[in-house]
């Protein structure tokens, strides 16, 4: 049952994405900047994924990002947009997201980037904000 409301979640996120995408002009990244960073993503440090049932999923395109939250299999949150990186500085713009989101919608979350095997780690934050992101992705596909 859960993994049948994870795949619904899932292809809903995505077709919400691409609707949006078409009706948006993105900027391009070029494809040596983004082979490193296209894939679906999943959080597993400062929030172990799994734990006390909750889980951070990204998702990462040629040009789009998509974001959830679950907790016991419900989604808590999600955001997306689009995003630009030059290897170096990924800085996503979200224009999208549930209710409870609202607040980063047409803003900017702007963070340095390394990657090391399957791992990207991630610092930075909100523009005008002082809280700081230090995250640890796990490449899932």
């Known amino acids: 049952m859960k993994k049948k409301s994870f795949f619904r979640v899932t292809v809903a996120c995505l077709a919400i994405l691409f609707c949006v995408s078409i009706s948006f002009k993105t900027p391009t990244n070029s494809i040596n900047n983004t082979n490193q960073i296209i894939g679906v993503w999943k959080c597993i440090s400062p929030l172990v994924s799994g734990e006390g049932g909750r889980e951070i999923i990204k998702i990462i ?67 005008n904000d002082p809280r700081v992101f230090n995250e640890i992705w796990e490449r899932v596909e």
Not at 68 to 85: A, D, R
Not at 95 to 117: D, H, M, W, Y
């Open 61 to 127: 395109t040629k040009n789009r990002f998509i974001l959830w939250h679950t907790f016991n299999g419900e989604m808590v949150m999600s955001l997306g947009g689009y995003y630009t990186f030059d290897g170096e500085v990924y800085t996503e713009n979200v224009t999208l997201g549930s209710p409870n989101q609202k607040a980063t919608f047409g803003r900017k979350c702007i963070s340095k980037v390394r990657f090391e095997g399957n791992e990207m780690y991630t610092t930075g934050g909100y523009e």
